[in-house]
């Protein structure tokens, strides 16, 4: 019985043992790719820091300016070339469409109508004008309501 003991026992150890090698061995491959791992983390947050510091660089708001200035040669928007809302065709929601050479079908432009600028100035200053009660139209209804 005791010669069963012994050997059991020594299985017992040796399994322990292997065991605890094992175990060993694991934790330290976990813990290099533990540090791996941190390692790219902090990789990647370096690069983020760099990318957020371009984009701030990238959207400035006078580099945009001056670049606009230089390439696009963009003017400032003179009153003739505004239109009001009743200048749209009433029938702008209607699509017409006719098929290109390609069998896909492609919408009709509506005819343009006149532009602001291309009318006189009292003309296209007439078009803008809000139809609704003036300041002072409304200051006087109001005068003659309290007399």
């Known amino acids: 019985m005791t010669r069963a003991m012994t ?12 065991g605890t090698y094992w175990v060993s061995h694991e934790v330290e491959r976990l813990e290099k790719r533990y540090s791996a791992i941190q390692s790219e983390i902090l990789n990647e947050q370096e690069s983020i820091h760099v990318l957020e510091a371009e984009w701030s660089y990238l959207n400035n708001p006078q580099r945009i300016e001056s670049l606009a200035k230089t390439y696009l040669k963009l003017d400032q928007i003179a009153p ?10 009433e029938d702008a929601d209607l699509h017409q469409y006719r098929l ?48």
Request: charged share 20%; net charge negative.
């Open 80 to 89: 003739l070339q505004m239109a009001s809302i009743d200048d749209l065709p």
């Open 100 to 147: 290109d050479k390609f069998g896909e079908a492609v919408a009709f432009l509506p005819v343009p109508r006149a532009r602001p600028d291309e009318l006189a100035p009292d003309e296209a200053a007439e078009a803008m004008i809000i139809n609704a009660p003036s300041l002072a139209a409304t200051r006087s209804d109001a005068q003659e309501g309290g007399q």
């Open 7 to 18: 050997f059991i026992g020594l299985f017992l150890t040796i399994v322990i043992g292997a």
